[in-house]
């Protein structure tokens, strides 16, 4: 893998820190800033939510740039609206830096993905998509942790100011090792119908089917992330300084199962796929039925994490085949499925605590999203062999989706 992909991954640490560390620093924003706790996760839903419409629009808008400007801009407004966000007094203020912060993410991340794959073979584009997305699970493992302590020892707005921070360096090592020869399209006139055409690619059913199951996966996964430090802390017990330590265990699984992911992805992604989606639905309902239990909890956290982005992995992998006529926007796409689950999840979750049912609920319908991409998976497969068509063949493996 060339070094630049790892210097990205590095730019994505610092900015899935900011997407996640919301799961350790809810509590204490709810308190500060005089809103419920509901309405403090929706400052998640609020940032993939601006994620979904800044993928597409931020990767078209950025067609006639050279990679590297177009990676640079992103990553210094993104450092911009963290110092912002670190000073406001308001909540609403607070909501629309995390919305501006995930437009800048959003063209980062489909940027880079565009550009990652494009530095590698052909048949490798699950490799690198995973060393990018391996940048957001060692943000799980180190950077929410460290949020969260942070924010218990000097107020959460110290994470705010750490993620600026470090994404200061990121910016530098952009600049010094992103090779600026690697562009998208030249001018605004070769730009416009060429954005026209890979737009039009986001209408291939397998594309479409590969983006809805990997929205769900990815919903259930943040559904039961944005509030994992109240479950954890009133349903099974942990005392808060407790609380890291769980959020780096749902980290080191997220790392091993993107890491798993990035191995299979390319050559054999439905082993990973079926029997992993099976044992995440699997997961979710015996999470929910053991949360009392912090030493079954402990493992589940690990055990979900790594399921999860396994599978997630693989689904954004299998977005990027898919989307082979759309070399520029295929991260976009890609970028928008992980955030539309990303916004979905915390809403309904936050639902569902807010009408009373309690910190266990958001566990429920992870299981539920997960049971529903099982259940749109196989009507996609019987759909398509009612049809007679067959499956379609990337240059490295054969799905069945």
Request: charge should be positive; charged fraction near 10%.
């Amino acid at each position: 893998m060339p070094f630049a992909i790892y210097i990205l991954g590095l730019a994505v640490f610092a900015q899935g820190t900011s997407e996640f560390m919301l799961s350790g620093l809810v509590p204490d924003i709810a308190d500060e800033l005089n809103v419920s706790v509901s309405a403090a996760g929706a400052l998640t839903s609020a940032f993939a939510a601006g994620m979904i419409v800044g993928a597409p629009l931020m990767a078209v808008l950025s067609l006639r740039w050279p990679r590297r400007r177009a990676l640079l801009v992103f990553l210094v407004a993104f450092m911009l609206v963290h110092v912002v966000g670190a000073v406001t007094t308001t909540f609403s203020v607070l909501l629309v830096t995390r919305v501006l912060g995930a437009l800048a993410n959003a063209g980062f991340l489909a940027v880079g993905l565009a550009a990652a794959t494009a530095m590698v073979a052909p048949n490798a584009k699950g490799r690198a998509t995973s060393i990018l997305l391996g940048g957001i699970t060692l943000a799980c493992v180190a950077g929410v942790p460290a949020g969260a302590v942070l924010g218990q020892a000097f107020g959460w707005r110290a994470a705010f100011w750490a993620v600026a921070l470090i994404s200061l360096p990121a910016v530098f090592a952009v600049l010094r090792s992103v090779p600026d020869t690697v562009q998208a399209t030249g001018d605004l006139d070769e730009a416009r119908p060429r954005a026209r055409r890979e737009l039009r690619a986001l209408r291939g059913p397998r594309l479409l089917v590969v983006l809805l199951l990997a929205a769900l996966v990815n919903a259930a996964t943040f559904c039961t992330f944005t509030y994992l430090t109240p479950l954890v802390v009133n349903v099974s017990g942990f005392s808060e300084r407790w609380v890291p330590a769980v959020l780096a265990l749902f980290g080191l699984g997220s790392f091993a199962g993107v890491t798993i992911g990035g191995r299979l992805s390319d050559t054999r992604p439905m082993r990973v796929l079926i029997p992993g989606g099976i044992a995440l639905l699997a997961g979710w309902a015996l999470f929910t039925a053991v949360a009392g239990s912090p030493t079954a909890v402990f493992l589940l956290v690990f055990v979900q994490g790594a399921l999860s982005f396994a599978v997630g992995s693989t689904l954004i992998a299998q977005v990027l085949y898919a989307a082979t006529q759309a070399p520029s926007l295929g991260g976009s796409f890609a970028t928008a499925a992980l955030n539309v689950g990303a916004a979905v999840g915390p809403a309904v979750g936050g639902l569902t605590i807010a009408a009373g049912l309690g910190y266990r609920s958001p566990l429920w319908v992870s299981a539920l999203l997960v049971a529903a991409a099982l259940v749109a998976a196989g009507l996609a497969q019987v759909t398509r062999r009612l049809r007679g068509t067959p499956g379609e063949e990337t240059s490295a493996s054969r799905t069945t989706v």
